[in-house]
Protein backbone atom coordinates (compact mmCIF):
# COMPACT_ATOMS: atom_id res chain seq x y z
CA UNK A 1 0.00 0.00 0.00
CA UNK A 2 1.38 3.73 -0.91
CA UNK A 3 -0.27 6.56 0.85
CA UNK A 4 0.50 9.90 -0.37
CA UNK A 5 -0.39 13.13 1.35
CA UNK A 6 0.47 16.82 2.31
CA UNK A 7 2.87 17.02 5.39
CA UNK A 8 0.52 19.95 6.78
CA UNK A 9 -2.21 17.43 6.93
CA UNK A 10 -0.49 14.74 8.72
CA UNK A 11 0.37 17.42 11.12
CA UNK A 12 -3.10 18.48 11.91
CA UNK A 13 -4.52 15.01 12.23
CA UNK A 14 -1.71 14.26 14.32
CA UNK A 15 -1.94 16.80 16.46
CA UNK A 16 -5.05 15.49 18.50
CA UNK A 17 -3.97 12.05 18.36
CA UNK A 18 -0.43 13.35 20.70
CA UNK A 19 -2.83 15.50 22.73
CA UNK A 20 -4.50 11.96 23.43
CA UNK A 21 -1.41 9.90 24.36
CA UNK A 22 0.17 12.88 26.39
CA UNK A 23 -2.78 13.42 28.59
CA UNK A 24 -2.78 9.59 29.38
CA UNK A 25 -1.49 8.00 32.15
CA UNK A 26 -0.26 4.60 30.47
CA UNK A 27 1.61 1.91 31.75
CA UNK A 28 5.51 2.15 31.64
CA UNK A 29 5.61 -1.36 29.35
CA UNK A 30 2.86 0.17 26.75
CA UNK A 31 3.75 1.82 23.28
CA UNK A 32 1.20 3.73 21.53
CA UNK A 33 1.00 2.86 18.04
CA UNK A 34 -0.39 4.45 15.31
CA UNK A 35 -2.74 2.88 13.02
CA UNK A 36 -3.34 3.57 9.29
CA UNK A 37 -6.77 2.47 7.64
CA UNK A 38 -8.35 2.96 4.66
CA UNK A 39 -11.81 1.96 3.36
CA UNK A 40 -13.52 2.66 -0.21
CA UNK A 41 -13.95 6.24 -0.07
CA UNK A 42 -11.26 7.67 2.58
CA UNK A 43 -8.08 7.13 4.91
CA UNK A 44 -7.79 7.83 8.76
CA UNK A 45 -4.63 7.53 11.06
CA UNK A 46 -5.69 6.71 14.79
CA UNK A 47 -4.34 5.43 18.20
CA UNK A 48 -6.11 3.02 20.30
CA UNK A 49 -5.25 3.43 24.18
CA UNK A 50 -6.40 1.20 27.36
CA UNK A 51 -9.35 3.45 27.76
CA UNK A 52 -10.03 5.48 24.65
CA UNK A 53 -9.66 5.65 21.05
CA UNK A 54 -9.00 8.20 18.57
CA UNK A 55 -8.78 8.27 14.24
CA UNK A 56 -8.69 11.46 12.49
CA UNK A 57 -9.03 11.79 8.85
CA UNK A 58 -6.51 12.77 5.90
CA UNK A 59 -8.98 14.78 3.81
CA UNK A 60 -6.40 14.84 0.84
CA UNK A 61 -4.26 11.40 0.71
CA UNK A 62 -4.01 9.86 -2.20
CA UNK A 63 -4.00 5.68 -1.59
CA UNK A 64 -3.52 2.98 -3.62
CA UNK A 65 -5.49 -0.02 -1.94
CA UNK A 66 -9.08 -0.21 -0.33
CA UNK A 67 -9.57 -2.04 3.21
CA UNK A 68 -6.58 -2.37 4.58
CA UNK A 69 -4.58 -1.70 7.86
CA UNK A 70 -0.95 -1.44 9.49
CA UNK A 71 0.03 -0.38 12.85
CA UNK A 72 3.52 1.99 13.02
CA UNK A 73 5.00 3.22 16.08
CA UNK A 74 3.75 6.39 17.29
CA UNK A 75 6.86 7.93 18.59
CA UNK A 76 9.15 6.74 16.01
CA UNK A 77 6.93 8.16 13.50
CA UNK A 78 6.34 11.46 15.13
CA UNK A 79 10.12 11.87 15.68
CA UNK A 80 10.87 11.18 11.58
CA UNK A 81 7.94 13.83 10.27
CA UNK A 82 8.49 16.55 12.43
CA UNK A 83 12.58 16.91 11.90
CA UNK A 84 12.50 16.64 7.99
CA UNK A 85 11.64 19.60 6.11
CA UNK A 86 8.89 19.64 2.69
CA UNK A 87 5.51 19.58 1.31
CA UNK A 88 4.77 16.24 0.73
CA UNK A 89 4.73 12.80 2.62
CA UNK A 90 4.85 9.24 1.08
CA UNK A 91 4.14 6.61 3.28
CA UNK A 92 4.60 2.74 1.33
CA UNK A 93 3.75 -0.50 2.90
CA UNK A 94 5.41 -3.76 1.92
CA UNK A 95 5.26 -7.30 3.95
CA UNK A 96 7.63 -6.52 7.22
CA UNK A 97 8.55 -2.35 6.66
CA UNK A 98 7.09 1.09 6.18
CA UNK A 99 8.75 3.23 4.44
CA UNK A 100 8.95 6.88 4.59
CA UNK A 101 9.80 9.51 2.00
CA UNK A 102 9.26 13.16 1.84
CA UNK A 103 9.41 14.94 -1.60
CA UNK A 104 10.58 12.12 -3.35
CA UNK A 105 13.30 11.60 -0.89
CA UNK A 106 14.25 8.93 1.90
CA UNK A 107 13.33 9.60 5.47
CA UNK A 108 13.43 6.46 7.59
CA UNK A 109 12.31 2.94 7.33
CA UNK A 110 9.72 1.43 10.32
CA UNK A 111 8.70 -1.90 10.98
CA UNK A 112 4.86 -3.26 11.30
CA UNK A 113 3.56 -3.69 14.37
CA UNK A 114 0.53 -5.42 15.70
CA UNK A 115 -2.55 -3.14 15.73
CA UNK A 116 -4.23 -2.96 19.67
CA UNK A 117 -7.89 -2.70 18.35
CA UNK A 118 -10.02 -3.68 21.18
CA UNK A 119 -14.06 -4.97 20.61
CA UNK A 120 -15.16 -2.90 23.47
CA UNK A 121 -14.52 0.43 21.63
CA UNK A 122 -17.03 -0.58 19.01
CA UNK A 123 -20.67 0.54 19.03
CA UNK A 124 -23.62 -1.99 19.48
CA UNK A 125 -26.66 -2.24 17.90
CA UNK A 126 -28.34 -0.99 20.93
CA UNK A 127 -26.37 2.09 21.71
CA UNK A 128 -28.20 5.20 22.73
CA UNK A 129 -27.23 7.58 19.76
CA UNK A 130 -28.53 11.07 19.00
CA UNK A 131 -27.34 13.75 16.67
CA UNK A 132 -25.60 16.90 17.73
CA UNK A 133 -26.30 20.54 17.81
CA UNK A 134 -23.88 22.92 15.79
CA UNK A 135 -21.13 24.30 18.46
CA UNK A 136 -21.44 21.77 20.41
CA UNK A 137 -17.89 21.52 21.14
CA UNK A 138 -18.24 25.36 22.34
CA UNK A 139 -21.15 24.28 24.94
CA UNK A 140 -19.16 21.04 26.02
CA UNK A 141 -15.81 23.35 26.98
CA UNK A 142 -17.68 25.65 28.44
CA UNK A 143 -19.75 23.60 30.47
CA UNK A 144 -16.54 21.43 31.90
CA UNK A 145 -15.09 25.28 33.29
CA UNK A 146 -17.22 24.89 35.85
CA UNK A 147 -16.55 21.26 36.90
CA UNK A 148 -14.87 20.33 39.55
CA UNK A 149 -11.99 17.63 40.63
CA UNK A 150 -12.19 14.21 40.33
CA UNK A 151 -10.12 13.67 43.85
CA UNK A 152 -13.19 15.87 45.43
CA UNK A 153 -16.02 14.17 43.52
CA UNK A 154 -15.74 11.83 40.82
CA UNK A 155 -19.59 12.62 39.68
CA UNK A 156 -18.99 16.74 39.08
CA UNK A 157 -15.41 16.57 37.46
CA UNK A 158 -17.27 15.37 34.26
CA UNK A 159 -20.24 16.94 31.98
CA UNK A 160 -23.38 15.27 31.79
CA UNK A 161 -25.19 15.14 28.75
CA UNK A 162 -28.93 13.96 28.62
CA UNK A 163 -32.42 14.80 27.24
CA UNK A 164 -32.39 17.79 29.84
CA UNK A 165 -29.22 19.48 27.85
CA UNK A 166 -25.69 19.87 29.28
CA UNK A 167 -24.50 20.80 32.52
CA UNK A 168 -21.58 21.34 34.70
CA UNK A 169 -20.84 21.52 37.87
CA UNK A 170 -18.61 21.68 41.24
CA UNK A 171 -20.81 21.88 43.14
CA UNK A 172 -20.55 25.32 44.09
CA UNK A 173 -21.48 27.03 40.44
CA UNK A 174 -23.56 25.44 37.81
CA UNK A 175 -24.09 25.97 33.69
CA UNK A 176 -26.62 24.52 32.02
CA UNK A 177 -27.80 24.79 28.49
CA UNK A 178 -31.16 23.12 26.98
CA UNK A 179 -30.16 21.17 24.01
CA UNK A 180 -32.71 19.38 21.81
CA UNK A 181 -30.81 15.82 22.17
CA UNK A 182 -32.85 12.63 21.59
CA UNK A 183 -31.28 10.42 24.32
CA UNK A 184 -33.23 7.74 26.31
CA UNK A 185 -30.41 8.11 29.18
CA UNK A 186 -27.58 10.82 30.53
CA UNK A 187 -23.80 9.92 30.21
CA UNK A 188 -21.42 11.72 32.39
CA UNK A 189 -18.39 12.58 29.59
CA UNK A 190 -14.98 12.92 31.58
CA UNK A 191 -12.71 15.71 30.95
CA UNK A 192 -9.92 15.52 28.12
CA UNK A 193 -7.84 17.82 26.30
CA UNK A 194 -8.92 16.19 23.21
CA UNK A 195 -12.31 18.66 22.74
CA UNK A 196 -10.36 21.39 22.91
CA UNK A 197 -7.82 19.75 20.13
CA UNK A 198 -10.91 18.36 17.95
CA UNK A 199 -13.44 21.59 18.09
CA UNK A 200 -12.70 23.06 14.74
CA UNK A 201 -14.10 20.35 13.42
CA UNK A 202 -17.81 19.25 13.17
CA UNK A 203 -18.95 16.97 15.35
CA UNK A 204 -22.05 14.94 14.43
CA UNK A 205 -23.43 12.31 16.93
CA UNK A 206 -22.70 11.12 20.47
CA UNK A 207 -23.43 7.90 20.82
CA UNK A 208 -22.91 5.35 24.59
CA UNK A 209 -23.72 1.73 25.97
CA UNK A 210 -22.19 -0.42 27.84
CA UNK A 211 -19.86 -3.28 27.17
CA UNK A 212 -20.78 -6.92 28.13
CA UNK A 213 -17.88 -6.66 30.20
CA UNK A 214 -19.73 -3.66 32.06
CA UNK A 215 -17.80 -1.22 31.21
CA UNK A 216 -19.79 2.40 30.33
CA UNK A 217 -18.28 3.64 26.86
CA UNK A 218 -19.36 6.59 24.46
CA UNK A 219 -18.45 8.00 21.03
CA UNK A 220 -18.50 11.16 19.75
CA UNK A 221 -17.95 11.07 15.91
CA UNK A 222 -17.63 14.51 13.05
CA UNK A 223 -17.15 14.94 9.43
CA UNK A 224 -13.48 14.18 9.84
CA UNK A 225 -13.03 12.49 13.51
CA UNK A 226 -14.03 9.20 15.87
CA UNK A 227 -13.75 9.48 19.54
CA UNK A 228 -14.28 6.78 21.86
CA UNK A 229 -13.44 6.48 25.56
CA UNK A 230 -14.85 5.29 28.91
CA UNK A 231 -17.85 7.15 30.51
CA UNK A 232 -18.21 8.10 34.17
CA UNK A 233 -20.26 5.22 35.90
CA UNK A 234 -21.61 7.63 38.27
CA UNK A 235 -24.77 8.97 38.99
CA UNK A 236 -25.37 12.60 38.63
CA UNK A 237 -26.84 15.08 40.37
CA UNK A 238 -30.54 16.83 39.70
CA UNK A 239 -28.95 19.77 39.42
CA UNK A 240 -32.76 21.24 37.45
CA UNK A 241 -33.32 21.14 40.89
CA UNK A 242 -32.10 24.30 41.95
CA UNK A 243 -32.23 26.22 39.20
CA UNK A 244 -35.07 28.92 40.24
CA UNK A 245 -37.85 29.38 38.35
CA UNK A 246 -38.55 32.19 36.16
CA UNK A 247 -39.55 35.83 38.08
CA UNK A 248 -38.69 34.48 41.26
CA UNK A 249 -35.77 36.94 41.44
CA UNK A 250 -36.70 40.52 41.92
CA UNK A 251 -33.93 42.16 41.60
CA UNK A 252 -32.19 42.21 37.79
CA UNK A 253 -28.58 43.86 37.20
CA UNK A 254 -27.60 44.43 33.37
CA UNK A 255 -24.44 46.03 32.69
CA UNK A 256 -22.98 47.49 29.52
CA UNK A 257 -20.12 45.83 27.46
CA UNK A 258 -17.75 48.59 28.51
CA UNK A 259 -19.15 48.42 32.56
CA UNK A 260 -18.61 44.72 31.73
CA UNK A 261 -14.69 45.06 30.36
CA UNK A 262 -14.09 47.26 33.24
CA UNK A 263 -15.59 45.19 36.25
CA UNK A 264 -13.30 42.22 34.78
CA UNK A 265 -10.24 44.42 34.95
CA UNK A 266 -11.11 45.14 38.63
CA UNK A 267 -11.22 41.68 39.19
CA UNK A 268 -8.34 40.17 37.56
CA UNK A 269 -6.14 43.02 39.69
CA UNK A 270 -6.37 40.19 42.40
CA UNK A 271 -6.35 37.20 40.95
CA UNK A 272 -6.80 35.04 44.76
CA UNK A 273 -10.07 34.24 45.86
CA UNK A 274 -11.50 37.37 48.15
CA UNK A 275 -15.13 38.05 49.37
CA UNK A 276 -16.78 41.09 48.01
CA UNK A 277 -19.92 43.05 48.85
CA UNK A 278 -21.79 44.13 46.22
CA UNK A 279 -24.31 46.82 46.50
CA UNK A 280 -26.56 47.69 43.76
CA UNK A 281 -28.19 50.84 42.79
CA UNK A 282 -30.73 51.72 40.20
CA UNK A 283 -28.09 52.90 37.49
CA UNK A 284 -24.35 51.36 39.51
CA UNK A 285 -23.11 48.63 41.65
CA UNK A 286 -20.56 49.06 44.03
CA UNK A 287 -18.17 46.27 44.76
CA UNK A 288 -16.03 46.06 47.73
CA UNK A 289 -13.56 43.49 47.81
CA UNK A 290 -12.16 41.88 51.48
CA UNK A 291 -9.17 40.20 51.30
CA UNK A 292 -7.87 38.29 54.10
CA UNK A 293 -4.26 37.08 53.17
CA UNK A 294 -3.14 40.96 53.26
CA UNK A 295 -6.01 42.57 55.33
CA UNK A 296 -6.63 45.23 52.51
CA UNK A 297 -9.78 46.35 50.80
CA UNK A 298 -10.67 47.48 46.79
CA UNK A 299 -13.56 49.53 45.64
CA UNK A 300 -15.08 50.01 42.47
CA UNK A 301 -18.13 51.56 41.00
CA UNK A 302 -19.75 50.11 37.55
CA UNK A 303 -22.39 51.47 35.45
CA UNK A 304 -25.57 49.15 35.19
CA UNK A 305 -29.02 49.21 34.90
CA UNK A 306 -31.04 47.84 37.94
CA UNK A 307 -34.18 47.37 37.85
CA UNK A 308 -35.92 46.34 41.55
CA UNK A 309 -38.57 48.09 44.26
CA UNK A 310 -35.89 46.86 46.98
CA UNK A 311 -33.02 49.27 45.85
CA UNK A 312 -30.63 49.56 47.40
CA UNK A 313 -29.96 46.28 48.81
CA UNK A 314 -26.24 44.26 49.08
CA UNK A 315 -25.18 40.74 48.92
CA UNK A 316 -21.59 39.04 50.03
CA UNK A 317 -20.24 36.97 47.28
CA UNK A 318 -17.23 34.98 46.27
CA UNK A 319 -15.60 37.12 43.29
CA UNK A 320 -14.43 33.46 41.51
CA UNK A 321 -17.87 33.43 40.28
CA UNK A 322 -18.66 36.98 39.60
CA UNK A 323 -15.20 36.18 37.21
CA UNK A 324 -16.56 32.96 35.48
CA UNK A 325 -19.92 34.84 35.13
CA UNK A 326 -17.91 37.83 33.00
CA UNK A 327 -15.66 35.15 31.30
CA UNK A 328 -18.56 32.88 30.09
CA UNK A 329 -19.73 36.31 28.26
CA UNK A 330 -22.87 37.18 30.17
CA UNK A 331 -24.04 40.81 30.59
CA UNK A 332 -27.06 40.47 32.99
CA UNK A 333 -27.57 38.95 36.54
CA UNK A 334 -30.39 38.50 38.59
CA UNK A 335 -30.84 38.02 42.58
CA UNK A 336 -33.69 37.44 45.10
CA UNK A 337 -33.18 40.96 47.71
CA UNK A 338 -36.51 38.83 50.11
CA UNK A 339 -33.83 35.33 50.43
CA UNK A 340 -30.52 33.63 49.76
CA UNK A 341 -31.16 32.12 46.43
CA UNK A 342 -28.94 31.44 43.73
CA UNK A 343 -27.36 34.44 41.33
CA UNK A 344 -28.18 34.37 37.60
CA UNK A 345 -27.96 34.90 34.07
CA UNK A 346 -31.19 36.24 32.51
CA UNK A 347 -29.88 36.36 29.25
CA UNK A 348 -27.11 34.61 26.76
CA UNK A 349 -26.34 31.09 25.53
CA UNK A 350 -27.66 28.84 28.84
CA UNK A 351 -27.62 29.29 32.42
CA UNK A 352 -24.96 30.28 34.42
CA UNK A 353 -25.41 30.31 38.36
CA UNK A 354 -23.77 30.17 41.64
CA UNK A 355 -24.87 31.05 45.66
CA UNK A 356 -24.10 34.22 47.33
CA UNK A 357 -22.21 33.99 50.88
CA UNK A 358 -24.39 36.29 52.74
CA UNK A 359 -28.15 37.20 51.79
CA UNK A 360 -29.72 40.16 50.16
CA UNK A 361 -30.57 42.96 51.88
CA UNK A 362 -31.92 46.62 52.51
CA UNK A 363 -29.28 48.72 52.74
CA UNK A 364 -29.57 50.84 55.71
CA UNK A 365 -27.49 52.50 58.17
CA UNK A 366 -29.80 51.27 60.72
CA UNK A 367 -30.10 47.82 59.64
CA UNK A 368 -28.01 45.05 61.14
CA UNK A 369 -25.20 43.40 59.04
CA UNK A 370 -26.92 40.03 57.42
CA UNK A 371 -24.44 37.24 56.04
CA UNK A 372 -24.74 33.88 56.28
CA UNK A 373 -23.23 31.27 53.76
CA UNK A 374 -26.02 29.97 51.74
CA UNK A 375 -25.76 26.73 49.28
CA UNK A 376 -26.83 25.34 46.70
CA UNK A 377 -28.65 21.75 47.43
CA UNK A 378 -29.50 18.45 45.03
CA UNK A 379 -30.12 15.22 44.84
CA UNK A 380 -28.53 12.64 43.19
CA UNK A 381 -30.74 9.69 41.85
CA UNK A 382 -29.89 7.20 44.28
CA UNK A 383 -30.47 9.27 46.97
CA UNK A 384 -33.25 11.67 46.24
CA UNK A 385 -33.60 13.01 49.14
CA UNK A 386 -31.56 16.32 49.89
CA UNK A 387 -28.64 16.58 52.89
CA UNK A 388 -29.62 18.86 55.54
CA UNK A 389 -26.17 20.19 56.87
CA UNK A 390 -26.19 23.93 57.66
CA UNK A 391 -23.16 26.35 57.64
CA UNK A 392 -23.85 29.50 58.98
CA UNK A 393 -20.57 32.78 58.87
CA UNK A 394 -21.47 36.07 60.02
CA UNK A 395 -19.17 39.40 58.82
CA UNK A 396 -19.62 42.54 61.47
CA UNK A 397 -19.47 45.99 60.85
CA UNK A 398 -17.03 48.13 61.43
CA UNK A 399 -16.24 51.92 61.77
CA UNK A 400 -14.28 53.43 59.20
CA UNK A 401 -11.45 53.67 61.55
CA UNK A 402 -10.83 49.84 61.47
CA UNK A 403 -10.49 47.19 59.26
CA UNK A 404 -13.19 45.41 58.04
CA UNK A 405 -13.39 42.23 59.52
CA UNK A 406 -12.50 39.60 57.12
CA UNK A 407 -14.44 36.39 56.69
CA UNK A 408 -13.66 33.59 59.05
CA UNK A 409 -12.56 30.21 58.19
CA UNK A 410 -16.37 28.72 57.91
CA UNK A 411 -16.99 31.47 55.64
CA UNK A 412 -13.79 31.13 53.31
CA UNK A 413 -15.22 27.72 52.29
CA UNK A 414 -16.41 28.06 49.08
CA UNK A 415 -20.56 26.93 49.58
CA UNK A 416 -21.17 23.42 47.96
CA UNK A 417 -24.32 21.83 46.64
CA UNK A 418 -25.12 19.16 49.12
CA UNK A 419 -25.76 21.91 51.67
CA UNK A 420 -28.81 23.85 52.19
CA UNK A 421 -29.50 27.09 53.14
CA UNK A 422 -29.91 28.47 56.57
CA UNK A 423 -31.22 31.63 57.79
CA UNK A 424 -29.09 34.92 58.02
CA UNK A 425 -27.69 35.91 61.41
CA UNK A 426 -28.32 39.16 62.25
CA UNK A 427 -25.49 40.53 64.35
CA UNK A 428 -25.04 44.39 65.97
CA UNK A 429 -22.93 46.77 64.18
CA UNK A 430 -19.79 47.31 66.74
CA UNK A 431 -19.56 51.41 66.48
CA UNK A 432 -16.26 53.83 68.41
CA UNK A 433 -15.98 57.06 68.67
CA UNK A 434 -12.27 58.89 67.73
CA UNK A 435 -11.32 62.60 68.51
CA UNK A 436 -11.57 64.37 65.41
CA UNK A 437 -7.94 64.66 63.66
CA UNK A 438 -6.65 67.92 62.35
CA UNK A 439 -6.87 68.16 58.30
CA UNK A 440 -3.96 68.14 56.24
CA UNK A 441 -3.55 70.39 52.78
CA UNK A 442 -2.66 67.91 50.43
CA UNK A 443 -0.32 70.27 48.96
CA UNK A 444 2.36 70.16 51.69
CA UNK A 445 1.38 66.65 52.94
CA UNK A 446 4.60 64.12 52.84
CA UNK A 447 4.25 61.80 50.28
CA UNK A 448 4.66 58.33 51.76
CA UNK A 449 6.93 56.04 49.36
CA UNK A 450 4.70 53.47 49.77
CA UNK A 451 2.00 54.58 48.52
CA UNK A 452 3.40 55.35 45.25
CA UNK A 453 5.27 52.17 45.02
CA UNK A 454 1.54 50.39 45.41
CA UNK A 455 0.70 53.01 42.87
CA UNK A 456 2.92 52.40 40.57
CA UNK A 457 2.37 48.41 41.00
CA UNK A 458 -1.26 48.85 40.55
CA UNK A 459 -0.71 50.64 37.13
CA UNK A 460 1.81 48.09 35.92
CA UNK A 461 -0.49 45.41 36.50
CA UNK A 462 -3.60 47.19 34.55
CA UNK A 463 -1.11 48.05 31.74
CA UNK A 464 -0.16 44.21 31.62
CA UNK A 465 -3.57 42.78 31.57
CA UNK A 466 -3.94 45.60 28.40
CA UNK A 467 -0.81 43.65 26.88
CA UNK A 468 -2.01 40.00 28.00
CA UNK A 469 -5.53 40.44 26.22
CA UNK A 470 -3.70 42.07 23.16
CA UNK A 471 -1.39 38.88 23.02
CA UNK A 472 -4.58 36.61 23.43
CA UNK A 473 -6.52 38.61 20.42
CA UNK A 474 -3.01 38.34 17.94
CA UNK A 475 -2.90 34.65 19.23
CA UNK A 476 -6.84 34.09 17.82
CA UNK A 477 -5.69 36.07 14.88
CA UNK A 478 -2.72 33.48 14.25
CA UNK A 479 -4.71 30.62 14.54
CA UNK A 480 -7.62 31.68 12.15
CA UNK A 481 -4.78 32.66 9.82
CA UNK A 482 -3.40 29.17 10.19
CA UNK A 483 -6.33 27.06 9.41
CA UNK A 484 -7.16 29.05 5.88
CA UNK A 485 -3.79 28.34 5.01
CA UNK A 486 -4.39 24.93 5.87
CA UNK A 487 -7.65 25.05 3.87
CA UNK A 488 -5.91 26.60 0.90
CA UNK A 489 -3.24 23.60 0.89
CA UNK A 490 -5.67 21.56 0.91
CA UNK A 491 -7.52 23.16 -1.82
CA UNK A 492 -4.88 23.20 -3.73
CA UNK A 493 -3.44 19.46 -3.24
CA UNK A 494 -7.38 18.43 -4.54
CA UNK A 495 -6.67 20.29 -7.40
CA UNK A 496 -2.92 18.73 -8.44
CA UNK A 497 -4.77 15.53 -7.44
CA UNK A 498 -7.43 16.00 -9.93
CA UNK A 499 -5.36 17.28 -13.04
CA UNK A 500 -2.75 14.69 -12.33
CA UNK A 501 -6.14 12.17 -12.72
CA UNK A 502 -6.77 14.16 -15.75
CA UNK A 503 -3.43 13.97 -17.17
CA UNK A 504 -3.16 10.10 -16.65
CA UNK A 505 -6.55 9.31 -17.99
CA UNK A 506 -5.48 11.49 -21.07
Known amino acids: MKITVLKSTVESALAPILKMVSCSKLPSDFH ?9 QRITIGCTLPEQQLSVVLPDAVFDEKNTSFDVNLEMFQRMTTTVKGNRLSIEQDAAHVVLNCDERFIGQLV ?20 LPTNFANFLLQAFSCTGDENDRLALS ?33 NSMVYASLK ?4 TSLAHWRTASGEWMFTIAGDEFRYTAKALDVHYPQ ?16 LTPQSAQELQRFLDGNKDDAFAKLTVHPDRIELLEMNDKDLKQRSGVFNAKCTSTNLPCTVLLNTVYLRQFLRMGF ?8 SPSPLVSTSGVGKYLFMPCGSASKNSASAPTQAATSTLTTTTAANPKPSM ?40 PTA ?26 AAMREQLTNLEARLMEAGRKIKAALVEQRLKERQYADATRKLERIRLAV
Open 389 to 428: SPTTATVSNTTINKPIQTPTNNQKEKPTMTQTVTTPTAIR
Open 158 to 190: GVNVSSRGIAGTDGKQLFHLPLPLQLKNGVTIP
Open 112 to 131: TMTSKNDTKFQITKDADTTV
Open 32 to 40: PTLTFKSDR
Open 200 to 203: HLRW
Open 331 to 338: LSLALSSK
Open 432 to 457: TFNAPTPTVNPATAPVNPLDETLASI
Open 239 to 254: YWLIIPKEGSSDVKIT
